[in-house]
């Protein structure tokens, strides 16, 4: 049974960081591309960040560009996602995801199968 189980959320006022962690069980971890996406209240689900394989290739949606950096450390079985300058507008379920599609770069849900219950973010200003 797989399970990915996300951890570091939590309150933060604007400018802040965090780091949230993503453990995966059940299998194979280093044949799986990662992801974080994140929903906010009434609104879709979108792409945040993803991986690859061996964390050579790393893709981040516009808006989180040169603030947020994804990397995994397959030893550990862990993705991790470092979220710096936080602001109000990355308030949401963050939930990470496992998939094995190479267009994994394209941040879209449709191309993760396994997923974790989320970890809150809220930013205040």
């Known amino acids: 049974q797989v399970q990915m189980v996300e951890s570091g959320g939590g309150s933060k006022q604007v400018g802040g960081s965090l780091r949230l962690a993503c453990i995966a069980s059940g299998l194979t971890f280093d044949e799986y591309a990662l992801g974080w996406f994140r929903q906010a209240p009434g609104k879709e689900r979108e792409g945040v960040s993803s991986i690859g394989w061996s964390a050579d290739s790393t893709y981040y949606a516009d808006s989180v560009k040169g603030r947020f950096t994804i990397s995994r450390d397959n030893a550990k079985k862990t993705l991790y996602l470092q979220m710096n300058d936080l602001k109000p507008e990355d308030t949401a379920m963050y939930y990470c995801?496992?998939?094995?599609?190479?267009?994994?770069?394209?941040?879209?849900?449709?191309?993760?199968?396994?997923w974790g219950q989320g970890t809150q973010v809220t930013v205040s200003s």
């Open positions: 995801a496992a998939g094995q599609s190479i267009l994994y770069r394209l941040l879209t849900p449709l191309h993760f199968k396994y």
